[in-house]
């Protein structure tokens, strides 16, 4: 594990590193990409017009991905270890060094990070558990067991209200949404007059396909793609009722990833097996180019532009750089072997 590691007292630094309040706006022309290097053990800065790396962090052993916090200071790295891992690394952006890392305890396994409200979510794969921890304390103020097999990637929508992961080896979707409920009955008697109705977490449990591993919600909150790598299947789940509506045929196995274009009118989906990035039309769901990338194809970020995307083909040691406008490939970007999650971050003023 990393030597940095999350001890008693370290709440001056992390909050002074969170006194700015502003949300971050990811707009790339004023960013840099981060990029890690799973065997380097790194996270890389990029200049993502320019492609020069700006300087590395250290991070632990087994990184997979990064997510960078609202205001755009901080950056964390989750180490999963195949689900027996307890450490997200933490990297102070602007000067590029790494922080005292969080030790998630029990919740074994990170994976899937976002950001939202002010709180870092993320999957324990070998806890079968999503859970929310305060950066400011460092303490895990939230957990929620899904009791799915290897929850793996995560999004939660802005208003805290729901959120949706991915359960690989289940084949499965969990939908959690935090409603206000009817007071709770006693089994003897009447309910209490005082008794009021309270919030509370229903989780609503989706078949996909098998090997459900990516996936993406489209911009105006309606739909949800999911890779399923084992059977090349996308699903498509209608968000208000919860349910499959259309079933794709990729004939690519081990699709991976999924990630919608700005203005919603395509996907890109990358496979690790194959080594393709597929890009289809989300209304016709019509395939419009196979692009081969190399030995395989993972994570996918996009230009808040969405001229360009950058995909981590993993396995072949490059990040391959799309002109979308074109769909094909621009150039390629070396960080160290073995490059998987991506995000945005501040560049310095």
Known sequence: MAQHKLKHGILTLLTGSLLSTAVFAKDNS????????????????????????????PVGEDPHEVVVSEDGRLAYVSNTGSGKFHEINVIDIPTMKALPSLDTGALLGPHGMTYVGGKLW?????????????????KVDWIMGIGQNRTHMLQVSADEKQVYATNVDSGTVSILDNLLLPP?????????????????????VIPAGKGAEGFDISPDKKRIWVTNAHDATVSIIDIPTKKVIE???????????????????????????????????????????????????AHILIEPSGNRAFVS????GYISIIDLQKMEISGKLD?????????WAPAAP
């Not at 709770?184 to 609503?204: E, S, V």
């Not at 083909?313 to 072949?316: E, H, K, L, R, S």
């Open 122 to 138: 993320f999957t324990a794969e070998g806890s079968k558990s999503v859970a929310r921890l305060n950066p400011k304390d460092g």
């Open 184 to 204: 709770p009955i006693p089994p003897i008697g009447k309910p209490l007059p005082t008794a009021k109705p309270q919030m509370g977490w229903l989780q609503t």
């Open 30 to 57: 004023k960013s840099i990409l981060l990029a890690i290097s799973k065997t380097d053990h790194t996270l890389v800065f990029v200049d993502p017009q320019t492609l020069k790396i700006l300087g590395k962090a």
């Open 335 to 343: 960080i160290g072997p073995r490059p998987d999650g991506m995000d």
């Open 313 to 316: 083909c993993t396995p072949a």
């Open 247 to 297: 079933t794709i045929d990729t004939k690519t196995l081990g699709i991976s990833r999924a990630k919608f274009t700005p203005d919603g009118k395509r996907i890109l989906i990358s496979s690790l097996r194959t080594g393709d990035l597929l890009i289809y039309d989300t209304t016709t769901l019509k395939e419009l180019k196979k692009i081969n990338l190399g030995k395989g194809a």
